[in-house]
Each structure stands twice: as structure tokens, then as C-alpha cells.
Antibody, heavy 116, light 110 residues
Framework: EVQLVESGGGLVQPGGSLRLSCAAS????????LNWVRQAPGMGLEWVSY???????HYADSVKGRFTISRDNAKNSLYLQMNSLRDEDTAVYYC??????????WGQGTMVTVSS | QSALTQPPSASGSPGQSVTISCTGT?????????VSWYQQHPGKAPKLMIY???RRPSGVPDRFSGSKSGNTASLTVSGLQAEDEADYYC??????????FGGGTKLTVL
């Protein structure tokens, strides 16, 4: 079964850090382009970051300089290191693979709450 | 970067058709045939319904169709069924490895 499973969410104070993980199974992870997409409570979706199969990396302006995406093909895992967290980073964070410029596989999401 | 514009709500009776619009700019929807649509039920992850404007992934019913004209893309759901009630989001590739999403449309089956 094709699957992405996120973990690592939780409650963190403003200015704090958190590392999200996404474990993949059922498809050829090393050949896949991967993304993080977030959804603030009651709001729409927002693309956050991308890492290609060849380790090309891009970020949305809203997180550039604060978030770092990485992958470990040996562990079939994707990561998002989030530093200097702000209230507006509160959201459900989804990992998603993209193919043909569309997000074709999604995880179930992990909630990140930034609050004092 | 502004999000794509969708109507906040849409509705239709079972069996009817409903169309949801998604308006972008010449830098995103107007420039690329990489518009996709996602269905999201409450508390669930989004599901890809349409990609490359009008292509359906395997398993998506042919009641779902997509189109694009200029800077506006559209999703049409024909033969509405109760299980189609959900939030729908459009997305467009915006160049230089960047995607934009719409604000979402809540589809109600009356």
C-alpha cells in the first residue's frame, strides 16, 4: 500500500523549534519529488517546501531562512526542521509526493501548534 | 504571493452538475497547464482529483472533469452524489518550483 505517515507535531512556544518526519512506503521513494504542504485551522492549503529526487530544494517565502527540508533515501524518510516558529506557523503539516506538478500522494498530517 | 481565487461555496442537488471556478493570473494558471484539483473531507487529507487541467488519476470517477480558459480553471462535478460533499481546492504551478492554492470551495449536496 502506498503510504506517507507524518510524525513529530506538537505544541511549541514562539521562537522554538520542531522537527517533523514523514515515513514512506509502497513506492520508490528515492525517485520521488517530495513536499511539505500546510493548512492552518479552518483555512486553505499552502505549499511550504520541495525537495527533488536529486536534492534540489525550494521554499515558500513565508518560511525561507527558518525551515529546512531534507530526506534520507536509506530510511525512506522526509524531514522538516522548523526553527524560529511563529504563531502563524500553526497548522496541520502534510507531506506529499508530486508527479506531473500535482500532489498525488498525501500523508494524514501532523498538527503543529505555536503558542505561549 | 496571492492565493488563487475560488468561490467560498457551491451547491447542487443530487444528480445535478456544479462547476467551481479558480482564478489566477498570467503568471500561474495562465502560463502553465499544471492546474490540479483536490477533494478534502472533514478531518481528512486532501485527495488528488484532477491534474494537468483535465486528467483524472486512476480511480477518480469520470463525473469529475476539469478545464481552463485563460487565467481561470474550472472543476465540474456531474451527477452529484452525497459523497461529493467536501471542500475542493485548486492548485497551479507558478514557476521556479512554486505552487499556489486556492482558498477552497465548500461543496454542499442539497
Amino acid at each position: 500500500e502506498v503510504q506517507l505517515v507524518e510524525s513529530g507535531g506538537g505544541l511549541v512556544q514562539p521562537g522554538g523549534s520542531l522537527r517533523l518526519s514523514c515515513a514512506a512506503s509502497g513506492f520508490t521513494f528515492s525517485y520521488s519529488h517530495l513536499n511539505w504542504v500546510r493548512q492552518a485551522p479552518g483555512m486553505g492549503l499552502e505549499w511550504v517546501s520541495y525537495i527533488s529526487s536529486t536534492y534540489e530544494i525550494h521554499y515558500a517565502d513565508s518560511v525561507k531562512g527558518r525551515f529546512t527540508i531534507s530526506r534520507d533515501n536509506a530510511k525512506n524518510s522526509l524531514y522538516l526542521q522548523m526553527n524560529s516558529l511563529r504563531d502563524e506557523d500553526t497548522a496541520v503539516y502534510y507531506c506529499a509526493s508530486d508527479r506531473d506538478y500535482a500532489f498525488n500522494i498525501w500523508g494524514q498530517g501532523t498538527m503543529v501548534t505555536v503558542s505561549s | 504571493q496571492s492565493a488563487l481565487t475560488q468561490p467560498p461555496s457551491a451547491s447542487g442537488s443530487p444528480g445535478q452538475s456544479v462547476t467551481i471556478s479558480c482564478t489566477g493570473t498570467s503568471s500561474d494558471v495562465g502560463s502553465y497547464d499544471y492546474v490540479s484539483w483536490y477533494q478534502q473531507h472533514p478531518g481528512k487529507a486532501p485527495k488528488l482529483m484532477i491534474y494537468e487541467v483535465n486528467r483524472r488519476p486512476s480511480g477518480v470517477p469520470d463525473r469529475f472533469s476539469g478545464s481552463k480558459s485563460g487565467n481561470t480553471a474550472s472543476l465540474t462535478v456531474s451527477g452529484l452524489q452525497a459523497e461529493d460533499e467536501a471542500d475542493y481546492y485548486c492548485s497551479s504551478y507558478a514557476g521556479r518550483i512554486n505552487w499556489k492554492f486556492g482558498g477552497g470551495t465548500k461543496l454542499t449536496v442539497l
